[in-house]
T-cell receptor, first 115, second 109 residues
Framework: DAGVIQSPRHEVTEMGQEVTLRCKPI?????LFWYRQTMMRGLELLIY????????DSGMPEDRFSAKMPNASFSTLKIQPSEPRDSAVYFC?????????????FGQGTRLTVV | KNEVEQSPQNLTAQEGEFITINCSYS?????LHWLQQHPGGGIVSLFM???GKKKHGRLIATINIQEKHSSLHITASHPRDSAVYIC???????????FGTGTSLTVIP
């Protein structure tokens, strides 16, 4: 397996534009996490899916952020409209079952810059 | 309130030195994870451990469940070990990981 695949690796966009980040988890993993990493706050959970269902979205900052997982092999994180404070590295991670007893595998991340 | 505390935040070592990074946590856990992140790079899982000690090459991770403390050791450090090392523990629900702030390691040739 190629691991968790994220795209794009880098995204530069203007404030107000819509941004869509994509993630393909490892085949067979039924848990998917979206994290945001900034210098100030480190890694923060945005949303957690289990079996394609959003279980915990308490970390989604506001209505501008939305995430979907239409099937077991694909998830998107959308920001509309984007703002400069959304600039960060966004990581997708997957695991066999949650975070309690199984290892999580991270994608390479998407570095988002909103100007 | 930080569920996970790491120390030191920054560490500079000479090549060949023995390195220790510490992690303390306040929640009850089933397993603790050590992660590595190179500058501008992705996050790689180094260890997942729930008791005792694990060893991969020059890396050794230990955990003391009673004291809620884990250490990551690097023997014979090398410049390619330069990275940020992050300790992570799962939440009680398993819905997320709590991460330490990371230890930025620089190994000088």
């Amino acid at each position: 397996d190629a691991g968790v695949i994220q795209s794009p690796r880098h995204e530069v966009t203007e404030m107000g534009q819509e941004v869509t980040l994509r993630c393909k988890p490892i085949s067979g993993h039924n848990s998917l996490f979206w994290y945001r990493q900034t210098m100030m706050r480190g890694l923060e959970l945005l949303i957690y899916f289990n079996n394609n269902v959003p279980i915990d979205d308490s970390g989604m900052p506001e209505d501008r952020f939305s995430a979907k997982m239409p099937n077991a092999s694909f998830s998107t994180l959308k920001i509309q409209p984007s703002e400069p404070r959304d600039s960060a590295v966004y990581f997708c991670a997957s695991s066999l079952q949650g975070a309690l007893i199984t290892e999580a595998f991270f994608g390479q991340g998407t570095r988002l810059t909103v100007v | 309130k930080n569920e996970v505390e790491q120390s030191p935040q920054n560490l500079t070592a000479q090549e060949g030195e023995f390195i220790t990074i510490n992690c303390s946590y306040s929640v009850g856990i089933s397993a603790l994870h050590w992660l590595q992140q190179h500058p501008g790079g992705g996050i790689v899982s180094l260890f997942m451990l729930s008791s005792g000690k694990k060893k991969h090459g020059r890396l050794i991770a230990t955990i003391n469940i009673q004291e809620k403390h884990s250490s990551l050791h690097i023997t014979a450090s090398h410049p390619r070990d330069s990275a940020v090392y992050i300790c992570a523990v799962p939440s009680n629900t398993g819905n997320q990981f709590y991460f330490g702030t990371g230890t930025s390691l620089t190994v000088i040739p």
